[in-house]
C-alpha cells in the first residue's frame, strides 16, 4: 500500500484511554517518518492541550481544523466575534457553560477547571463586552434539545460537532479536519490517495471519508465505522500503530 501521509486523531485513538502514547506505537510512528512518510495529528483539541509527542509529527491541526501548526505553517480560521457574539451570549442566558478559544486562552462564563482540570490557560469573561474572534466554542454537555437550540443561533459560517462525551463543538464553516488535511497535502505535494487517516469520534467522519484510507478505531462510534474503509485495533491496544506496522511498514 503506497502512504505518502499519515493523519492520527488523538484521544481514543493514538491516546490511549489513559491519555499516554506507548513506546511500540512511537517507535513504528519514527519508523515511517524515517521512511519519508509526512505524519500529522488531527485532534479537537486547542493546541495547548495536545498531549502526545509532538516531535514525532510535522504538523499538528487542532481545534477540528481551525488551527494548523508546523515548522513552515501557522494557519488560523476563526469565527469573527461580531458574528459569535449572539450565539455567545444566547447560550450563556439559556444557562449554557461555555468558553470561546483564541490563542491557547479559554474565554468562559465558568471556572473550567472543575471539569477539565488540565486547562489552565483560562479567564472568566462578561460575552457582552469581549471582543475576540474565536477558533472554536466549546459547550459542555450538550443535550439533543441544547443541540436544537444552538443550531438556531449559528449563523451561515459556522457549524457544530456534537463529540460521544457531549462536549459540542463551534467552529467556522471552513474550518474542518478535512479541509486542513487538504492543506497540508497541497503544501506536501501528497495525493490524497496516498493519505491514510485514523479515527474514532463524530468530528473524525469527515476526513475518513475525505482521504484515500480512512481507519475507524475498533473502539469507534458505529458512525464511524460505516464511514471508514477499514477497522483497526483499540486504541488500549496499540490499534493505530499495528495497522500501520502490518499494511504500510
Known sequence: MKIAMIVIDLDDTLLRRDKTVTDYSKDVLRRCRK?????????????????????????????????????????????PYTEAKSLLLACHNHGMRLTSQFGGMHYTNFDISQIWPYIKDFEIVDFASHALDSEKICIEGVTP????????????????????????MV????????????????????????????????NDIDMLQYVGVGIAMDNALDEVKIAADFICGDCDDDGVAKWLEENVL
Open 35 to 79: 521512511i519519508g512518510i509526512k505524519t500529522a495529528i488531527a485532534t479537537g483539541r486547542g493546541h495547548p492541550e495536545v498531549v502526545a509527542p509532538t516531535e514525532l509529527f510535522d504538523a499538528i491541526i487542532a481545534n477540528n481544523g481551525a488551527n494548523i501548526f508546523g515548522d513552515d505553517i501557522e494557519i488560523r480560521r476563526c469565527i
Open 145 to 168: 434539545e441544547d443541540m436544537v437550540f444552538v443550531e438556531q443561533h449559528l449563523t451561515n459560517d459556522m457549524y457544530l460537532k456534537v463529540a460521544r462525551d457531549g462536549l459540542g
Open 171 to 202: 467552529m467556522h464553516s471552513k474550518a474542518t479536519k478535512s479541509g486542513a488535511i487538504a492543506q497540508l497535502s497541497d503544501r506536501w505535494n501528497v495525493s490524497i490517495s496516498e493519505i491514510v487517516a485514523f479515527g474514532d469520534d463524530l
